[in-house]
């Protein structure tokens, strides 16, 4: 084959939620692409705070990225840690080698970021991956286990007070699920404390909870919170997060776990492409999502600044994920045949929803702003379905709302021996 000859190739580097619709939309393309991941999965963030409150196992929210794409025979699929970019060369350099492409998206989505206090981390760990999700569920139904063997109710107060950092709508579900984890799920399961005892504080710096939502929804994803018995505190600033203390607005509150809900950050892109970025490090794009100077190189999802309208950004959810992946996978296909480029992207908005518990949740879309059941079931049942990537999607949806409704007591379990001694090791001594 000359080099003529040759189908043009396509590196995607990430198969989140934008990478997967990229590479689905060059299905029939004669192109052939490559998608780099770090990890060999794909996961529907999106339901991880359900993994961390027990509610889902990981693997009801991940899926093989080889085994969704086993019937596209144009896609490669690299088990790999992207390193660096080289735009000269074209070639991404990754821990397993070098992959050259002739066009490059990139979709490597977010990270947490804790505002340069770091150090945060161990204390209070954030949500974005399956083992984050792991680590909190631990956290979690380790403290109830911790207080069930306290004998000082002031050690058993510290080991029932769950602090969330940070109240959009991660920090709400949050909040709202480890409420109904305390109050409901395990109401009976606890001899020695009554885990309906449990303080769940969530801590918002800004005015109002859910701040990109309207002030009337914020205000209702409230009353809803306090009548799962949240503990909602706005305009405090959080301190200091130790294993056995949060300070906040200048008050210690004693609690042994604290859960970061409250930034995101896009990480090496800067050092990557050598191109400018925002302040939390995503790339500015051009209307046809490629990165200005760089004809080759699109970015997509978490990771793109994307112009929408009076003056807003396109927001980093899932849908706009999956369109900005649809529109360039188009874009290349239309290019690699020799078709005309469609028109610059524009972004539908499929609306801000933001669950609160097992059965409330808030919609804004346009005018109509919904609240309660019925919003909970739009989620439920429109949100989540359309965003599913994988086949069968009607059995995935199946599958979540048995676990969900039937609270699978599966992904309740503290596995491994070392979660015992673990208990006995963080067991505040008799005084
Ligand atoms: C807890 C949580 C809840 C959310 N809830 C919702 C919701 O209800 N509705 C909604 O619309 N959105 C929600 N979002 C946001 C949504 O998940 C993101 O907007 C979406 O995942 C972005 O898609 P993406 O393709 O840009 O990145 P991602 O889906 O994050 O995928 C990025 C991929 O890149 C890979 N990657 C990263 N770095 C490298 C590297 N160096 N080398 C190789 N691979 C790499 C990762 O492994 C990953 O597979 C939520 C996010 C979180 C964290």
Aim: aromatic share 8%.
């Amino acid at each position: 084959m000359t080099e003529i000859d040759r189908r043009p190739r396509i590196v995607i580097i990430g198969a989140g939620f934008g990478g997967l619709a990229a590479a689905k939309a060059l299905k029939n393309a004669p192109v052939d692409v490559e998608i780099i991941d770090k990890r060999n999965y794909h996961l529907f963030q999106p339901l991880l705070y359900q993994v961390a409150t027990a509610d889902l196992s990981p693997a009801d929210i991940a899926w093989p990225i080889r085994s969704i794409f086993s019937k596209q025979k144009n896609v490669t699929v690299t088990l790999s840690k992207v390193l660096d970019i080289d735009t000269e060369r074209q070639v991404v350099l990754h821990e397993n080698g070098e992959s050259t492409y002739d066009h490059l998206i990139i979709a490597n989505g977010s990270s947490h970021s804790y505002f340069g206090k770091d150090h945060w981390a161990a204390n209070a760990p954030g949500l974005k991956r399956i083992v984050d999700a792991t680590e909190v569920r631990r956290r979690v139904l380790m403290a109830f286990e911790r207080a069930e063997l306290c004998e000082d109710p002031e050690d058993q107060a510290r080991e029932l007070t769950f602090v969330i950092v940070g109240a959009g709508p991660t920090g709400v579900e949050l909040a709202g699920s480890i409420a109904e984890l305390a109050h409901v799920t395990l109401s009976e399961d606890f001899r020695r404390i009554d885990p309906d005892d449990a303080r769940i504080i969530l801590m918002e710096g800004g005015p109002r909870i859910l701040s990109a939502f309207p002030e009337v929804l914020s205000a209702k994803a409230e009353e809803s919170l306090r009548k799962l018995g949240v503990e909602v505190r706005t305009g405090v600033m959080v301190e200091q997060i130790e294993d056995d203390h949060v300070v906040a607005g200048g008050e210690t509150i004693p609690a042994s776990t604290a859960i970061w809900a409250a930034g995101v950050k896009i990480e090496n892109l800067k050092q990557w492409l050598g191109c400018e970025t925002d302040r939390i490090g995503r790339v500015p794009v051009q209307p046809d999502l490629r990165v200005p100077g760089l004809p080759s190189v699109s970015v997509i999802g978490d990771a793109a600044k994307v112009a929408w309208k009076d003056g807003m950004d396109v927001p980093g959810v899932a849908p706009a994920a999956k369109q900005e992946g649809k529109y360039v996978g188009r874009r290349i296909a239309a290019e690699a045949r020799g078709e005309k480029a469609p028109a610059p992207f524009r972004y539908r908005h499929m609306g801000s929803l933001a669950t609160i518990g097992r059965n409330s949740a808030i919609i804004s879309f346009g005018k109509i702003n919904l609240s309660g059941f019925v919003a909970w079931l739009f989620w439920g049942l429109i949100h989540i379905y359309f965003l599913i990537g994988v086949k069968r999607p009607i059995f995935v949806a199946m599958s979540w709302f048995s676990n969900y409704v039937f609270r699978s007591k599966g992904s309740r379990l503290i596995t491994g021996m070392e979660a015992l001694r673990a208990v006995r090791a963080h067991v505040p001594k008799r005084r």
